[in-house]
């Protein structure tokens, strides 16, 4: 017997000697090999019993194997450096990625294993029911849809209904902690496998009680009987399949290598800007209020964010070093990196927003009104010309004149005239495009125009307040605004960019992603030559690329959509598309990029079965009929351009005629695909208008591109749709119907493939710099002389000078009279002088100033500069009536006796005794706080007066020079504190008894 024991003991442990020998050799100078000796003596984190932890203890044997019960708790050490990298499954990579930047991957793809429902050891009923539903989903070409609506659409994908339950109830077990699968959405267990749970339920009958516990109580629920099924992107391995029942795999997941960025450090090696990732941890610069705030907390959660109240300042916190990075407009953006050789775009279109023009959310008539006038720009296609116009010649443009008499009322305009193209001053008159939109409209329906320039913070809270009618400066729709104001029709979607100084930018950033700038379609193709090339299943396209490019490696899909994941996912460098569905692509996938067009025109029709003749000509009879009214055009152009807002295809026949039944993918955007739970799409619309026509009801049927095939043929479906080329192999097995397409292949590539290519085909320019001397003169050029913007500084000057003389004297007034009720001896009237010098005193002055214009002065249609003047005088009267009451009490009280005894009044006492004394000994803290009351009318610009802070903030916006305006202003300001200190010491010196008795001994 002990023979026995130690021979089987020699021959398992021979075993493992060359398990773990053939283990090694297998890694030897392959890329799992490379990670291993990488991380060896390193910890990996894993999921308890999963494939990843099989996988980690194969093959990362010099490791530290750390286990977890999820994968966030796994990410989650990672994050605390608890764990050196975490093997997790791609869709738990791809979420941690988008909320994290902190978060890469090392090596992606590393292993993949099918995924399962588990069963009961022996309940081989329920679970061959299970494994028959799959099959059905499988050949409808369900799963795949099913698993990509989850993935890419979980916000508002619709779980199905619960059954009766007639045939039992079943217990299903899963965890809601893993994103698709399985999670929590407003407090209900949602995902992909829960979703396919309550379809099986469905399918046989069955009531389903779904049971939420964690990961490790799964497997001994099913063991114990406590559960029947249980489905939570479980890995089928052989340790679990000796406890438990797999069904088929249903999904197929791969697993992904993670690792954490140090704080603070780019990935690129020399601590160089070049992509998005490389921004995870810096500084942005925000202009507060503005949607950058929520971009960058979607994008870039890690980020710090600094905020500013005008572009222009983040521009010059940009280039002092206070922020690293910003985001604006594109057309904006264009003009700051011309005006602006310091700041270069890095990343061109990282977000498309809508812009419109916002109005109170009580104005109805007049934003129904608007709307109506941007549609009908945009139909007639001069909003496209105009935007064009101001974009690319802003210099030379010009704006309507205002020819309305004035009877359809007065249109309150706010804007800041600081952001050009959109509004801007120009040769001292307000000009850019949302000015001119306006004014076209002002003259449609002859309306005066009152133009009010406000700082950003400040349009939104005057059209609120019904301070302004309309406001408009390229404003970002956003859903929390609307639950503000209301918003017009959207006249542009502008592209966000991403800019930084250009000195942090790697050498050879790319600058756009729309194409590789000088190289023709042929030339970008030949890059791919040697790429992964990804393509829909059966696409016409594929001899042309297989004959041009043969070393390119191809991979086949069942959708377009699933192409765009494998596109984001990096498993293929390039993708094949449709012309048609791109433009949807991009939308839904913004970090994708058009590569190429146009390389490979094909004519687009419907398939029948050859049996079918007499329906195809049906069909192509309606398509010949809508290409000669101009209604076929219409339709293409609508849903290529306008899809997501296009109202759904409806059908207006009895039904009478019979019904048709149509295979299509409904994933193909803008062509066919589901939308609001309904069919939707270019091809969905000429259906029904055919099947209207001929009173025919329509049936849809979803399926992959090879089951729409397969489906023809077997006479499950009458019709195929979803952009399908004719190719000649193709008409000797189905029969197609007239051309409503001839369109083109696309070629689609992320936006950090397009970074990559452009990095090795761009000639980077470097301008020389000029001197300081040459910079001043040109910066005295571009700020004081062009479009004689010395004038603004003018007028500024002036405004700033009255607002402050005025103020004083107003204040001094006020104070006068509240020292007097300080010094009363009436509780009532002291009380009431001591309370408003404490609210007064402890409100912050721009609180006091918004405060006074949007809400006391309201309803009153004011010129803000009396507004600012009330406002200054109310905070001014506050300190100086202490310096009055102080002042004069600070006399002997004897004195004001001796001049009652003389025979004096206490107003002639008060008079000509105390005042004198009382004055001269003000006067110098009077002086300072008069200094500090001219500075602090620099904050004017947040009610719309344009002083002179503000017309630099103007000048500035223009320009794009962050200093030489508020340097030009500083100066000033020193100037006018400077005249009036003098002009207070002269009046100090006036008050001076010693120097009147001296001047009258020398006379």
């Given at each position: 017997m002990k023979q026995l024991q130690r021979l089987l003991s020699l021959t398992l442990l021979a075993l493992l000697v060359a398990a773990c020998g053939g283990g090694q050799k297998q890694q030897e100078g392959t890329p799992i090999g490379n990670l291993a000796e990488q991380y060896a003596g390193k910890r990996i984190g894993v999921l308890l019993g999963s494939a990843q932890e099989d996988f980690g203890r194969k093959y990362f044997t010099k490791s530290t194997i750390e286990t977890f019960d999820i994968a966030p708790t796994a990410l989650a050490a990672l994050q605390a450096n608890k764990i050196d990298a975490a093997l997790v499954n791609t869709d738990a990579s791809r979420l941690a990625l988008e909320s994290n930047n902190r978060l890469y991957v090392i090596q992606s793809d590393i292993t993949s294993t099918g995924l399962g429902f588990a069963f009961k050891k022996g309940n081989d009923k329920l679970r061959n029911?299970?494994?028959?539903?799959?099959?059905?989903?499988?050949?409808?070409?369900?799963?795949?849809?099913?698993?990509?609506?989850?993935?890419?659409?979980?916000?508002?994908?619709?779980?199905?209904?619960?059954?009766?339950?007639?045939?039992?109830?079943?217990?299903?077990?899963?965890?809601?902690?893993?994103?698709?699968?399985?999670?929590?959405?407003?407090?209900?267990?949602?995902?992909?496998?829960?979703?396919?749970?309550?379809?099986?339920?469905?399918?046989?009958?069955?009531?389903?009680?779904?049971?939420?516990?964690?990961?490790?109580?799964?497997?001994?629920?099913?063991?114990?009987?406590?559960?029947?099924?249980?489905?939570?992107?479980?890995?089928?391995?052989?340790?679990?399949?000796?406890?438990?029942?797999?069904?088929?795999?249903?999904?197929s997941q791969s697993c992904d290598l993670i690792g954490v960025r140090s704080n603070n450090q780019p990935s690129g090696t020399d601590g160089k800007y070049r992509s998005a990732a490389d921004l995870a941890n810096i500084r942005f610069g925000i202009m507060t209020g503005s949607v950058y705030d929520a971009l960058i907390r979607q994008h870039f959660p890690h980020a710090k964010r600094v905020y500013f109240e005008r572009a222009a300042d983040v521009t010059m916190a940009l280039m002092a070093g206070k922020c690293d990075a910003m985001m604006m407009e594109h057309s904006l953006a264009v003009l700051m990196e011309k005006e602006n050789p310091a700041v270069k775009i890095l990343i061109d279109g990282f977000e498309k927003q809508d812009m419109a023009f916002a109005f109170?959310?009580?104005?109805?008539?007049?934003?129904?009104?608007?709307?109506?006038?941007?549609?009908?720009?945009?139909?007639?296609?001069?909003?496209?010309?105009?935007l064009s116009g101001w974009e690319n010649h802003f210099d030379t443009m010009s704006i309507p004149k205002l020819t309305g008499d004035g009877s359809g009322g007065t249109l309150r305009f706010g804007c800041s005239l600081e952001g050009a193209p959109a509004s801007a001053i120009r040769h001292g008159e307000p000009v850019g495009t949302n000015v001119d939109i306006v004014y076209r409209f002002a003259n449609k329906y002859n309306m005066k125009v009152q133009l009010t320039p406000l700082p950003f913070t400040a349009m939104l809270a005057s059209v609120e307040t019904g301070k302004c009618d309309i406001i408009g400066d390229n404003i970002s729709v956003s859903e929390e605004r609307k639950k503000r104001m209301l918003f017009s029709e959207p006249y542009a979607a502008d592209p966000i960019d991403i800019l930084v100084l250009k000195e942090k930018m790697a050498d050879a950033a790319p600058a756009a992603f729309d194409g590789i700038a000088g190289l023709s379609t042929k030339e970008r193709l030949d890059l791919l030559k040697d790429k992964r090339i990804g393509m829909v299943t059966g696409d016409e396209a594929e001899a042309?690329?297989?004959?041009?490019?043969?070393?390119?490696?191809?991979?086949?899909?069942?959708?377009?959509?699933?192409?765009?994941?494998?596109?984001?996912?990096?498993?293929?460098?390039?993708?094949?598309?449709?012309?048609?569905?791109?433009?949807?692509?991009?939308?839904?996938?913004?970090?994708?990029?058009?590569?190429?067009?146009?390389?490979?025109?094909?004519?687009?029709?419907?398939?029948?079965?050859?049996?079918?003749?007499?329906?195809?000509?049906?069909?192509?009879?309606?398509?010949?009929?809508?290409?000669?009214?101009?209604?076929?055009?219409?339709?293409?152009?609508?849903?290529?351009?306008?899809?997501?807002?296009?109202?759904?295809?409806?059908?207006?026949?009895?039904?009478?005629?019979?019904?048709?039944?149509?295979?299509?993918?409904?994933?193909?955007?803008?062509?066919?695909?589901?939308?609001?739970?309904?069919?939707?799409?270019?091809?969905?619309?000429?259906?029904?208008?055919?099947?209207?026509?001929?009173?025919?009801?329509?049936?849809?049927?979803?399926?992959?591109?090879?089951?729409?095939?397969?489906?023809?043929?077997?006479?499950?479906?009458?019709?195929?749709?979803?952009?399908?080329?004719?190719?000649?192999?193709?008409?000797?097995?189905?029969?197609?119907?007239?051309?409503?397409?001839?369109?083109?292949?696309?070629?689609?590539?992320?936006?950090?493939?397009?970074?990559?290519?452009?990095?090795?085909?761009?000639?980077?320019?470097?301008?020389?710099?000029?001197?300081?001397?040459?910079?001043?003169?040109?910066?005295?050029?571009?700020?004081?002389?062009?479009?004689?913007?010395?004038?603004?500084?003018?007028?500024?000057?002036?405004?700033?000078?009255?607002?402050?003389?005025?103020?004083?004297?107003?204040?001094?007034?006020?104070?006068?009279?509240?020292?007097?009720?300080?010094?009363?001896?009436?509780?009532?009237?002291?009380?009431?002088?001591?309370?408003?010098?404490?609210?007064?005193?402890?409100?912050?002055?721009?609180?006091?100033?918004?405060?006074?214009?949007?809400?006391?002065?309201?309803?009153?249609?004011?010129?803000?500069?009396?507004?600012?003047?009330?406002?200054?005088?109310?905070?001014?009267?506050?300190?100086?009536?202490?310096?009055?009451?102080?002042?004069?009490?600070?006399?002997?009280?004897g004195q004001t006796e001796a001049g009652i005894a003389m025979g004096f009044t206490k107003v002639k006492t008060f008079l000509y005794i105390i005042l004198p004394q009382a004055v001269r000994r003000v006067l110098p803290v009077y002086k300072g706080e008069f200094i500090s009351l001219v500075k602090t009318t620099s904050i004017v610009g947040y009610i719309a007066v344009e002083d002179l802070t503000k017309a630099s903030d103007i000048i500035r916006s223009r320009t794009f020079d962050a200093f030489f305006p508020l340097i030009l202003v500083a100066i000033i300001y020193f100037f006018i504190a400077w005249a009036f200190t003098l002009l207070l010491d002269q009046l100090d010196a006036g008050t001076d008894p010693k120097r009147k008795l001296s001047k009258k001994k020398k006379s």
């Open positions: 029911r299970f494994n028959q539903f799959l099959n059905e989903m499988k050949e409808a070409g369900q799963l795949d849809t099913l698993y990509a609506r989850w993935e890419q659409h979980f916000d508002t994908a619709v779980m199905p209904d619960e059954s009766d339950g007639d045939a039992g109830t079943i217990n299903f077990g899963t965890t809601g902690m893993d994103n698709p699968f399985s999670t929590i959405r407003n407090n209900k267990l949602v995902g992909y496998d829960v979703d396919l749970a309550y379809r099986f339920a469905q399918r046989f009958g069955y009531r389903l009680k779904v049971n939420r516990m964690d990961f490790g109580g799964l497997i001994p629920g099913i063991v114990s009987g406590k559960l029947d099924m249980i489905g939570n992107s479980i890995q089928i391995n052989e340790a679990r399949a000796q406890n438990v029942d797999f069904s088929e795999p249903y999904f109170n959310s009580k104005n109805t008539a007049l934003e129904q009104k608007f709307s109506d006038f941007i549609r009908e720009l945009k139909a007639s296609g001069e909003m496209k010309t105009l042309f690329f297989k004959t041009n490019y043969p070393d390119a490696d191809y991979s086949f899909f069942n959708t377009v959509t699933d192409l765009a994941v494998a596109l984001n996912n990096n498993k293929v460098d390039a993708g094949v598309a449709w012309e048609t569905v791109t433009p949807g692509l991009l939308k839904i996938n913004p970090n994708l990029a058009l590569y190429a067009d146009g390389v490979y025109k094909v004519d687009y029709s419907f398939c029948f079965n050859k049996k079918d003749a007499a329906l195809c000509d049906s069909v192509s009879a309606t398509i010949r009929r809508l290409r000669a009214s101009g209604e076929l055009e219409k339709i293409q152009s609508d849903w290529t351009e306008r899809w997501e807002t296009m109202p759904l295809p409806r059908l207006t026949g009895d039904g009478s005629g019979g019904t048709i039944v149509v295979g299509a993918t409904m994933t193909d955007v803008p062509c066919s695909f589901i939308k609001e739970g309904q069919p939707a799409g270019m091809d969905v619309d000429i259906i029904y208008r055919y099947a209207s026509a001929h009173n025919l009801k329509v049936e849809f049927r979803k399926f992959d591109f090879g089951g729409m095939l397969q489906a023809l043929s077997t006479g499950r479906a009458d019709m195929l749709c979803g952009e399908i080329a004719v190719t000649s192999e193709r008409q000797k097995q189905y029969l197609f119907s007239d051309s409503y397409q001839h369109a083109g292949t696309t070629v689609l590539v992320t936006r950090a493939f397009m970074q990559s290519e452009e990095s090795a085909v761009a000639t980077v320019h470097v301008d020389e710099e000029p001197g300081w001397w040459e910079s001043l003169k040109k910066s005295f050029d571009s700020n004081l002389i062009q479009e004689k913007r010395y004038m603004l500084i003018v007028d500024g000057l002036w405004v700033t000078l009255i607002i402050s003389v005025l103020s004083a004297l107003l204040g001094t007034l006020f104070g006068a009279g509240i020292c007097f009720l300080r010094m009363n001896r009436r509780p009532l009237l002291n009380g009431i002088a001591r309370g408003y010098i404490t609210l007064v005193r402890g409100t912050p002055i721009l609180v006091l100033l918004m405060i006074m214009y949007y809400v006391i002065f309201a309803k009153v249609n004011i010129n803000a500069i009396p507004v600012a003047i009330f406002a200054f005088a109310m905070n001014f009267a506050a300190y100086v009536s202490e310096m009055f009451r102080t002042a004069i009490e600070s006399i002997p009280g």
